[in-house]
């Protein structure tokens, strides 16, 4: 007979790694074209003048300025560089 139980399986030790979501620069800040302003899943955020929307709902810059965040249609956040 054995003296303890054999070891059993556990459920615990997997966890999915994070994405890094959220916004990247805020308002009033200088942006150059290209840069990153949010990384989203679904479109939380809308995108305004001078933005443009990736595939994977991501926002960035498509011209140098000024982030905005500002209320439009419906009740939106949008986010513009002006």
Avoid at 39 to 50: F, L, M, S, V
């Amino acid at each position: 007979m054995a003296t303890s139980k054999t070891g059993g399986s556990t459920s615990n030790g997997r966890d999915s790694i994070s994405k890094r979501l959220g916004v990247k620069l805020y308002d009033g800040q200088r942006v150059s074209g290209g840069e990153i302003i949010v990384r989203q899943r679904g479109t939380r955020i809308h995108p305004g003048k001078n933005v443009g929307l990736g595939s994977d709902d991501t926002i960035f810059a498509t011209g140098a300025g000024e982030i905005r965040f500002h209320f439009g249609h419906k009740g939106r956040k949008y986010v513009s560089v002006i």
